[in-house]
């Protein structure tokens, strides 16, 4: 079935240190990659999407690539800030895509040392 | 502009009592709607989703159900919880159609005792 491996489950960084989370997906039909951040207790915000025609994306300190071949995506987050610290959480489209479903991976907690 | 309204926030219940939770989007029209469940330190798991009033898919077998008596309402419900239910439950929408964001809302943390 569909499955989502996102790596590392924990990342601790010094600030304005950049960190990379890394994901991997297993259904090829996928075609639409969010990534949320969730603060504790509270429900994930989108901070960056790609698309599989696109191959990079880039949001200020944000950035996200995609290697289609490899079925592997990336989250790369440059100059870390404090408030950087929470659970990222990378996902991917399956099934058709009017029903809009996703699977997610298990998280990278990022703590970002001041 | 959309939101998503999602209650109660938190719920104790015991064990074989009824649950209902209740997610509303305002701002739109015909979205999709979404229950995912995380467990604590996991990931989240898809649990129904729906594309239109009275449509109601299921991702995985288990104790809850889900309505979506109105276009804009989706509920989540029990009618005897288990220990096993327990968690965050997240309702989250998107406009229909391929490609488009899915939003979450605040999430609603259930201890089943």
């Known amino acids: 079935g569909e499955n989502v491996e996102q790596h590392p489950s924990t990342l601790s960084v010094q600030e304005g240190d950049s960190a990379v989370i890394k994901c991997t997906y297993s259904?090829?039909?996928?075609?639409?990659f969010p990534w949320y951040k969730q603060e504790l207790g509270k429900g994930p915000q989108l901070i960056i999407d790609?698309?599989?025609?696109?191959g990079e994306k880039k949001d200020q300190r944000i950035a996200v690539t995609l290697n289609k071949t490899a079925k592997h995506f990336s989250l790369h987050i440059t100059e870390t800030q404090p408030e950087d610290s929470a659970v990222y959480f990378c996902?991917?489209?399956?099934?058709?895509?009017?029903?809009?479903?996703?699977?997610f991976g298990q998280g990278t907690t990022l703590q970002v040392k001041p | 502009s959309q939101t998503i309204h999602q209650w109660p926030a938190t719920l104790v219940q015991p064990v074989g009592s009824p649950l209902s939770l209740e997610c509303t989007v305002e701002?739109?029209?015909?979205?999709?709607l979404y229950w995912y469940r995380q467990a604590a330190g996991r990931g989240l798991q898809l649990l129904f989703y729906?594309?239109?009033?009275?449509?109601i898919s299921s991702e995985v077998p288990q104790n809850l159900s889900a309505s979506r008596p109105q276009d804009r309402q989706f509920i989540l419900s029990s009618k005897k919880l288990l220990l096993s239910d327990s968690g965050f439950y997240l309702c989250?929408?998107?406009?229909?159609?391929?490609?488009?964001?899915?939003?979450f809302g605040e999430g609603s943390w259930l201890t089943v005792v």
């Open positions: 790609i698309r599989s025609n696109v």
């Open positions: 729906s594309v239109g009033i009275g449509q």
């Open positions: 701002g739109t029209s015909n979205p999709n």
């Open positions: 989250a929408w998107r406009e229909g159609g391929p490609g488009n964001t899915i939003y």
């Open positions: 996902a991917a489209s399956y099934g058709s895509s009017n029903t809009g479903k996703l699977i």
């Open positions: 259904d090829s039909a996928s075609n639409y």
